[in-house]
């Protein structure tokens, strides 16, 4: 069965650093499309990154570009999100996703159309 589990959350203060990882089993990572999500208390699902684990080309949101960066380790079969310059607004619980089929080219990612989910992690930042 497909498995994702991520970790590395946790409290930061603003302008710290972070770095989730999504662990990835089940399917071939290698040929996957995967998603980092975000939500937040009282705000709809938001997805951040994107990966296409065969051609490594990657994509972000207009809210987290420049700040944060989505990698992959296809011997560890993990997926990552490296965090920098966190703010206050990036507090939410971080959910991997993947995709079956080809990734959207776009921003914004609807949740709707991921196929497979982790149980997410918190991120926290404080001013």
């Known amino acids: 069965q497909v498995m994702l589990v991520e970790s590395g959350g946790g409290s930061v203060q603003a302008g710290g650093s972070l770095r989730l990882s999504c662990a990835a089993s089940?399917?071939?990572?290698?040929?996957?499309?995967m998603v980092w999500f975000r939500q937040a208390p009282g705000k709809e699902r938001e997805g951040v990154a994107r990966i296409n684990t065969f051609a490594g080309s990657t994509l972000y949101s207009d809210s987290v570009k420049g700040r944060f960066t989505i990698s992959q380790d296809n011997a560890k079969e993990t997926l990552y999100l490296q965090m920098n310059n966190l703010n206050p607004e990036d507090t939410a619980q971080y959910y991997c996703?993947?995709?079956?089929?080809?990734?959207?080219?776009?921003?914004?990612?609807?949740?709707?159309?991921?196929?497979?989910w982790g149980a997410g992690t918190l991120v926290t930042v404080s001013s």
């Open positions: 996703a993947a995709k079956v089929g080809d990734c959207p080219e776009d921003f914004p990612i609807n949740f709707a159309g991921m196929n497979y």
């Open positions: 089940g399917y071939t990572f290698k040929n996957a499309c």
